[in-house]
């Protein structure tokens, strides 16, 4: 099992957390795109580090053009020496249109032709290919000397996706190399039920395997030492579920549990701007209908037997003294031994 962990903030801090988390012994390091550019921090995260992979988790693809990514992506492949891997994420219509001033269509299939010329584009610079990509969204066919940056003799980059919805998962099968199901409002139930059976329909039309996609471990955890711990956590994870919960795009989570009145009331809170009042409107019952507990010690065995079908997860351990560090280092050294087969029980090929 790889172990990822986040480097966030301006995009100057990111050179020295990424050499931090290198040092402490993560195999990925990862950066969202919130209020600063992914493309930017992961490649000064490539200047101070030498082993981990750098991902960016994700990057907004629609604002952009394939070839915009595509070129960037190129470029920090390069610098990195073949490390990078670029999580696409398409985001939803208001903020595509509303935020970022763009263009909204059907997402799981624009999508599949982005990263369909994403590839043909570097395909033209490393293999010297004819431009001959044509879609229904995009178009590549024109490349001349000035604007070809050429070989760069590593692997092309690797192509992770985001998804919530199943015709998203379905692409992921189909086209991506990671498969990124979204951490912020995830349940183990949903991923078994609706998104890895989609990932599967996609594997199984595009003649892949469960080989071809490393799969990152999703769905709610608690993680605790003392069980007087798990009321405190299941609270605090209120934020995050009132968040994304307020939009529509991830009620089908909710629904999967029954939660489909929790969804609407905290979408009508959204629309009337009533943004402190969502955290409380989640009761700590539905957090606990969506995660799942564990305890700290017992993780490399919850892994083994949860989240098999993983071979790379997200984690964050308390670091308050020296001894919570040397206990960490020891608890990640256990994790990474861990051995999953990558492939979800009951959906083999």
Known sequence: MRLTTGIGGWPGDAPEAARRAEELGYDIVTCGELA?????????????????????????AFPRSPMVLAMEAWDIQQLSGGRFSIGLGTQVKGHNERRFGGTWSAPAPRIREYIDMMRAVWDSWEHRSAPAFVGNEYRYTLMSPNFDPGPIGHRFPKIGLAMVGAGMARVGGERADVIMPHGGIMSDRYMREVLLPAVRRGLVASGRTWSDVEIAASGYLVLYDDEKEIEHKLLAMRQALSFYGSTRTYHAVLEVHGLEELGQKLHSLSLQGRWDEMREAVPIEAVAELAQVCRYDDLPGFLAEHREYASRMTIALPVRSDADRERSSELMARIQTVETPGVPTGLEL
């Open 36 to 60: 600063h550019d992914s493309m930017l921090t992961m490649a000064l995260a490539a200047t101070t580090t030498e082993r981990v992979e750098l991902q960016t988790s994700v990057t907004i």
